[in-house]
């Protein structure tokens, strides 16, 4: 059974940090571009941060360069996003995603099977 588990999320301050995890089963993760997506009230999924399969170059989303970054620990099947700084426009339900080819982290191409991860940054 193909599956995406998300966890990692939480109440944090602004300017602290959070480690997103995504554990995959029933599918190995290296052999997808995969990436990290949020989706905040009232607005379209966006991506976050991507790893692309046919180079292993990423993607950041503007907003998160030199804050976030994503990783992939091929022997436990699972992928991270690292977010430090935190600020109060990051918060939204955070998704990880996968696509059989490289869709350059738009949204609506990757497929997502977990429930997400809710980070709120909040004083």
């Known amino acids: 059974q193909v599956q995406l588990v998300e966890s990692g999320g939480g109440l944090v301050q602004p300017g602290g940090s959070l480690r997103l995890s995504c554990a995959a089963s029933?599918?190995?993760?290296?052999?997808?571009?995969i990436g990290w997506f949020r989706q905040a009230p009232g607005k379209e999924r966006e991506g976050v941060s991507c790893?692309?399969?046919?180079?292993?170059?990423?993607y950041y989303k503007d907003s998160v360069k030199g804050r976030f970054t994503i990783a992939r620990d091929n022997a436990k099947n699972t992928m991270y996003l690292y977010m430090n700084s935190l600020k109060p426009e990051d918060t939204a339900v955070y998704y990880c995603?996968?696509?059989?080819?490289?869709?350059?982290?738009?949204?609506?191409?990757?497929?997502?099977g977990g429930q997400g991860t809710q980070v709120t940054v909040s004083s």
């Open positions: 995603g996968t696509a059989d080819a490289d869709y350059g982290c738009y949204a609506p191409l990757y497929d997502y």
């Open positions: 029933g599918f190995t993760l290296q052999y997808y571009a």
């Open positions: 790893i692309n399969i046919s180079d292993g170059s990423t």
